[in-house]
């Protein structure tokens, strides 16, 4: 038995097969899983990237670890908070208990935690002091620009490869397989770790250097806070015009107003089944996070002497809204509160 309390000893081909029986159903999907079923088979063997850490298994490493213990990857989990560990064991992943024992062997170190100051503590005081430059690090962590510049360095001074490759999807993109990666770092690298890409998402973008991934996904979610803000008052404005919300929605998405705050996180409950307002505006992506990341983008703005007007104006609705108690209400939310303001105004109920 090695250093993880669980599989350890199975031969890596012997996870490929539940995952085949799982996923294979007969119907469209059974073919798509049988496609990546065959690609992950031949790339496991084409790299022979087998063996997996995973440090941080939360809302979103755990299903992600899911997905690669299911292909058929070796994948041993570390996690301060030791029952998000025992909830993965019944899918093939090796629960341990330390940082060191996680990252022992392992061809791929994967991160994905809460923000810059635990993917440090990471990567110095464990990583570094007890890794082996023969495995490739992979932060999946959404981090300040300037961290993941300063740890890429680092770690590279240590010797190591290292990718930042932030996610886009959220939770139910990350229990579909289908996030979508951001990358920054060396291609070559990328090319070795879209074994694991492919199987925890649908699309890898290569962004450019170290740090990248990170520059490009700080820009992406900064440009979707403001487009909600102003999708948000747009409806605010129809409604005290007297045009219904549905009007709105049908000529909108049909015209130039068109945008992923729209058709797919409508902020009016009842247009868009699927959006988090027509299911109480539960997550969907958090204010929480929205609010993070609008942070991470403008200090970047910050240390680059830019001025973000709109950035800055729309940072303030989701710190207002965080600030009254909804930081675990999906960000489209922040409709509920022009709301509040506007009946503020007029004295209204
Ligand atoms: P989470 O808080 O659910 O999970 C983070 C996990 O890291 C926790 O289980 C925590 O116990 C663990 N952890 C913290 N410090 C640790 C350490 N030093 N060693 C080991 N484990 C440690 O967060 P999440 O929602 O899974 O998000 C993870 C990252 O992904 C964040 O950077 C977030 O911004 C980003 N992200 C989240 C979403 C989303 O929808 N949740 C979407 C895209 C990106």
Same mark, same amino acid.
């Given at each position: 038995m090695g250093h993880c309390d669980k599989n350890q000893s199975q031969p890596w081909l012997f996870h490929l097969l539940p995952a085949a029986s799982i996923n294979i159903d007969g119907n469209q999907s059974g073919f798509y899983a049988l496609e990546r079923f065959i690609q992950t088979f031949l790339a496991l063997h084409k790299y022979k990237m087998k063996n997996i850490a995973i440090i941080g298994t939360g809302n979103m490493g755990a299903p992600m670890s899911v997905n690669l213990s299911e292909a058929g990857f070796t994948v041993n989990a570390y996690d301060l908070v030791t029952e998000k560990l025992d909830a993965l064991t019944p899918h093939g992943i090796n629960k341990c208990s330390s940082h060191e024992e996680a990252i022992r062997n392992a061809d791929i170190i994967l991160t994905m935690l809460p923000s810059g100051d635990e993917v440090k503590d990471v990567y110095y005081r464990h990583v570094s002091q007890s890794g082996d430059?023969?495995?490739?690090?992979?932060?999946?962590?959404?981090?300040d620009l300037m961290d993941a510049k300063e740890i890429h360095s680092a770690m590279k001074a240590k010797g190591?490869?290292?990718?930042?490759? #932030?996610?886009?999807?959220?939770?139910?993109?990350?229990?579909?397989?289908?996030?979508?990666?951001m990358v920054g770092g060396d291609p070559n690298d990328m090319k070795d770790a879209s074994v694991i890409f492919d199987v925890m998402g649908k699309t890898t973008i290569h962004c450019g250097l170290g740090g990248m991934g990170q520059a490009a996904k700080m820009c992406n979610n900064m440009m979707l806070g403001i487009q909600m803000a102003s999708v948000a008052e747009g409806f605010k404005l129809a409604q005290h015009c007297g045009l219904s919300d549905e009007k709105l929605f049908d000529v909108?998405?049909?015209?130039?107003?068109?945008?992923?705050?729209?058709?797919?996180?409508? #902020?009016? #409950?009842?247009?868009?089944?699927?959006?988090?307002?027509?299911?109480?505006?539960? #997550?969907?992506?958090?204010?929480?996070?929205?609010?993070?990341?609008?942070?991470?983008?403008?200090?970047?703005?910050?240390?680059?002497?830019?001025?973000?007007?709109?950035?800055?104006?729309?940072?303030?609705?989701?710190?207002?809204?965080?600030?009254?108690?909804?930081?675990?209400?999906?960000?489209?939310?922040?409709?509920?509160?022009?709301?509040?303001?506007?009946n503020a105004r007029t004295g209204e109920e």
């Open positions: 430059t023969k495995s490739l690090l992979v932060d999946s962590s959404t981090i190591f490869s290292m990718l930042d490759a #932030p996610v886009s999807g959220g939770t139910i993109g990350a229990a579909n397989g289908a996030l979508t990666f909108a998405t049909q015209s130039s107003g068109n945008c992923f705050s729209l058709t797919t996180f409508c #902020p009016i #409950p009842g247009i868009v089944a699927t959006s988090p307002s027509s299911n109480g505006y539960q #997550p969907g992506f958090s204010t929480e996070l929205m609010l993070k990341d609008m942070g991470l983008a403008l200090n970047a703005a910050n240390n680059a002497g830019l001025k973000l007007q709109t950035a800055i104006t729309a940072k303030e609705i989701y710190q207002a809204f965080s600030d009254q108690g909804n930081d675990h209400k999906d960000f489209s939310a922040i409709f509920t509160s022009l709301q509040s303001s506007l």
